[in-house]
């Protein structure tokens, strides 16, 4: 089993910076990739971005250049870092990963005014 917890969100004005974190707990030697989802209302749950064990990270177009990724191993723990935030990256924010099925957090709220 594993547990992923998240926290940091909030509400900020647009062109400002948020900073999620994904604790992780239970089987966290058998993790290898985490990945940061996200659902805005009346849409689909996509993927963000995603760091390996290793360090490689992918993320989306739309965030491309504005959120980092990054992992601290030795806690593990995952951050995303939300810079120059957009009204449309307004959503729930959810940490993810994969050992024999998915594991989901509970998400964190993202609300960014225009």
């Known amino acids: 089993q594993v547990q992923l917890v998240e926290s940091g969100g909030g509400l900020v004005q647009a062109g400002g910076s948020l900073r999620l974190s994904c604790a992780a707990s239970g089987r966290t030697f058998s993790i290898n990739a985490i990945n940061w989802y996200r659902q805005a209302p009346g849409k689909q749950r996509e993927l963000v971005a995603g760091?390996?064990?290793?360090?490689?990270?992918n993320y989306a177009g739309s965030v491309k250049g504005r959120f980092t990724i990054s992992r601290n191993n030795a806690n593990n723990t995952v951050y995303l870092q939300m810079d120059s935030l957009k009204p449309e990256d307004t959503a729930v924010y959810y940490c993810?990963?994969?050992?024999?099925?998915?594991?989901w957090g509970q998400g964190t709220q993202v609300t960014v005014s225009s």
């Open positions: 993810n990963t994969f050992y024999i099925r998915n594991y």
């Open positions: 760091i390996s064990r290793g360090g490689s990270t």
